[in-house]
């Protein structure tokens, strides 16, 4: 799909097309889709996945159900003064760890 964004100039006018090419490529398009448990720790300083983006995804995943057919499993945790990665407070990797690690034992037997 080619969306014609230059990193060399400004950003043009958002025109009704560019903005469905754009919403199309975007994973929120296909959300419905997913049908996998979901944790997701998002850094408050993120820049590469704003929060807001990582909240619309968790919302938009809330309404989806399981293989199983029933609500899916989706767990959203917030990091202040992290970014993308969780790498800036040691607590706050550990946190992120543990709960990875408790969410997975959930579906993975290890």
Do not use: C
């Not at 159900?65 to 706050?92: C, S, W, Y």
């Amino acid at each position: 799909m080619n969306l014609d964004y230059s990193l060399t100039s400004p950003p043009g006018i958002l025109t009704p097309e560019l903005f469905e090419k754009l919403h199309n490529a975007s994973p929120l398009a296909k959300s419905e889709a997913v049908t996998t448990p979901t944790l997701l720790l998002v850094g408050q300083n993120d820049r590469r996945v704003p929060p807001d983006q990582a909240r619309a995804w968790f919302h938009a995943l809330k309404k989806n159900k399981g293989r199983d057919g029933q609500p899916l499993d989706i767990e959203m945790l917030t990091f202040a003064g992290e970014g993308h990665p969780i790498t800036n407070n040691v607590e706050n990797e550990w946190v992120a760890f543990e709960e990875g690690l408790r969410f997975l034992a959930k579906y993975v037997d290890f």
